[in-house]
């Protein structure tokens, strides 16, 4: 059965990057301090309360060991979520939420996520979402664009090597300044 066959019917693996107005991800030093709000409200654009809903309906988070590292730093993002760390090392199993992976990336969608999971995140790094896209594993893209230039550090699409043309779904502009695209697979 092909990729898009099961999506269509079983899952939906959607790449979730908050990235600098340059693209940036994360700083050199694998620092996101530049995150953290600056206080100014923008007087258009809708709350960012209106956000929640989505993340609610998230039944599966994907990440990477270094993104792992950094959401254990933070308080743990992701609460009780199911959470699949892709990784190679072996890393501290801080909740049972948590399972470690460090197979075939199609097959932990197709086979392992897709039968137990409809609302599949991928939310870094820069390099696991790369594989992901390269392999034709993701279905839609939820950028949110912070109002900073940082100039130089990971670039999320950085060496993706692949042209693939994606379909404008949505965009919310939030009173934080935040402007939230989504995009789709074409439509055939």
């Not at 979520?81 to 199609?106: A, C, M, Q, W």
């Not at 599949?120 to 664009?145: K, T, Y």
Request: proline content about 3%; charged content about 25%.
């Amino acid at each position: 059965m092909s990729r898009g066959a099961m999506t269509a019917r079983k899952s939906t693996v959607t790449l979730h990057m908050v990235s600098s107005l340059d693209g940036i991800i994360a700083k050199k030093d694998n620092s996101v301090s530049w995150l953290d709000d600056s206080g100014d409200v923008y007087e258009k654009g809708v709350s960012d309360d209106s956000e929640e809903d989505v993340v609610k309906a998230i039944d599966c988070f994907v990440l990477g060991s270094r993104t792992y590292e950094h959401a254990l730093q933070l308080g743990w993002p992701y609460g009780d979520t199911p959470t699949v760390v892709i990784t190679n090392r072996e890393l501290p199993s801080t909740r049972k939420s948590v399972e470690f992976y460090s197979g075939d990336l199609k097959r932990l969608v197709d086979e392992i996520l897709a039968p137990r999971y409809g609302n599949i995140w991928l939310v870094g790094g820069a390099m696991l979402c790369q594989s992901f896209l390269r392999l034709g594993l993701v279905d839609e893209i939820r950028l949110s664009i912070i109002p900073v230039l940082l100039g130089d550090g990971l670039r999320l699409f950085d060496n993706s090597s692949t042209e693939k043309r994606w379909r404008l779904k949505n965009v919310i502009a939030f009173k934080s300044g935040v402007v939230e695209l989504s995009y789709g697979l074409p439509i055939h």
